[in-house]
């Protein structure tokens, strides 16, 4: 199951998504889209698509009882979705319950592979998505506002692993200490870990191996030039050496004039571009992807479900 | 293993391997100055301005001494005294049962591998 997620809106999480699932399906691959965007649903339309009954809410309501049967045909061959819903208010705010319940549904689908379009921001709900994904996939794009809302988003992600870690070994009296110091400075997180060990070395080493085992990948979507498709390392670079954390720098999607037009026309770009540098760097994408996917996310407990 | 950036060996600054060729620390270290140069879009919102300009000066130091092969030799001998060096581990891949060497490409071309993909004339 890959998810693709990130702090920032728009910056082409759904565009990616849509372009992978497109890409696997085209290689007679079984794909199914599933957007998870609990805020905004709008996968369905970057694929050309109505929105319609079933979906994702009709799961989340109890109207379908399981998740396979919210699963529509697209007219892509080898290409099924799991659209957005429209009852946003009551879906946007799952509960823990209906949480978990739609995590194992999600990993018992019958396909060979699972797409997650995750919503902006840094909810607990997107977050717990992103990293029961394997691997999780952050996309950025070279703005200071969208690299800014990155190391957001993965520092929300990396105190979201450590609180799932804490509470699952029931040290709670670490959470404050940590929400205390990692926000105060670029380099709070060694501190935070670096008094962690000093003071209780096992459950220092521990929490540090969880923090290791987030290994998200990212992508830097609409970039113009060199400069741009460096940025992507840079940026990894830095989340290694300030976040702690072994981020994967996959690779770089240029900026392509022709994403909007294809969404005014809804028509999925990547079907009416398929020989432009965006489509070609979705190809490598793919590649670079199923080769990581051995040495990506540990998924921490709580969200670590039985048949994960 | 936890370090603050400030006790990174110059191999780690630069994010190279300690047998990494002349070749391989240029690279390394034109992909350090992008990074920690002024103004520089991938420290935004997470590092300060003072911060950059340690990490920077910590970055040239690296190269001047790494391009030298007698001070690299120097540094490497005190660097071993310090901490071993023991060659990574590849990771096992279960799904093919290979050591993920075995299908990987050669050493020191990712970046060059991706560098083809997605840079247009590199």
Redesign the interface.
Known sequence: MWAVGGGKGGTGKSFVAASLGLHLASLDRDVVLVDADLGAPNLHTLLGIKASHPDLGDFLTNAVPALEEAVVETPYRGLRIIKGSENILFIANLNHYRKLRLLRQLRQLQTQNVILDLGTGSSFNTLDFFLSANPGIVVAT???TA???T??FLKSCIMRVLKLYMDHYKIRDLHQKMLDQIER???SL?GF??SL?ESDRAYGTML?RALRGFRPCLIMNK?RD??D???G???A??A?????IDMK?L??V?YDEGVRASLRGLKPFYLEHKDSAAAR?IR?LSE?LA?SI??TLRTPPEIRLPDA | MLKRIEDWNYYELLSVERTASQDEIWEAYQAALATYRDGSLALYGLVTEAERGLVLERVQEAFQTLRDPDKRKEYDLALLRHSPYVPPKAPFRKSVGKLEIEDAPAKGTRWARLKRLFVKNP
């Open positions: 070279p703005e200071p690299i800014e809302n190391y957001l400075n670029s380099q060694y870990f670096k060990m540090y970039t060199e400069r498709v460096l940025l390392r840079s940026v670079d830095v290694r050496k300030y976040l702690l720098y690779g770089a240029p760097a490598q670079e080769y051995e040495f």
